[in-house]
């Protein structure tokens, strides 16, 4: 599975209301509201900010990952987020965020679930990927990052 199966246009947010780290989190999973994947957004909201209060997915670098599992998706459902301003993230390396991946899995499908999150660790480290992110503007180019990106993996 590629991060291009489980991201499109409507997935990606590039203007944010919120300036705090739950509050961005929160906006992030109200976007999937309408999306057909998700039979229970309470559910996803709830494993994410609880998986969050055990550690922060800040994992450095500007980049936070923030993630769980639940019944309340029927496959994986991700949103990627790109802020103007870094907000406070709670991160491993002290530093602010501006550039969020949300993904939630099924409770079922624990392997699935490591193997994207290990996909996108990859080419989120990648310091030129990670450049190319914060110069883009739309959502077409953040998607066309990740399907180049896939293609050199």
């Given at each position: 599975m590629n991060i291009s199966d489980i991201l499109n246009e409507k997935r990606i947010i590039t203007e944010f209301k919120s300036t705090s780290k739950e509050d961005v989190i929160n906006e992030m999973i109200?976007?999937?509201?309408?999306?057909e994947s998700v039979t229970n957004l309470e559910k996803v909201r709830q494993v994410v900010l609880e998986r969050e209060k055990i550690m922060s997915t800040g994992i450095g670098n500007g980049f936070a990952i923030p993630h769980?599992?639940?019944d309340g998706v029927k496959e994986i459902v991700a949103v990627f987020g790109k802020l103007k301003e870094p907000i406070e993230f709670n991160s491993v390396d002290g530093k602010p965020v501006n550039l969020i991946f949300l993904m939630v899995?099924?409770?079922d499908a624990v392997g699935e679930?490591?193997?994207?999150?290990?996909?996108?660790s990859r080419i989120m480290n990648n310091e030129e990927v990670h450049k190319k992110l914060l110069q883009a503007e739309t959502a077409k180019e953040?998607?066309?990052?990740f399907e180049q990106e896939e293609k050199n993996l």
């Open positions: 109200d976007s999937l509201k309408d999306d769980g599992k639940t899995g099924r409770e679930h490591i193997k994207m999150l290990s996909r996108i953040i998607l066309e990052i």
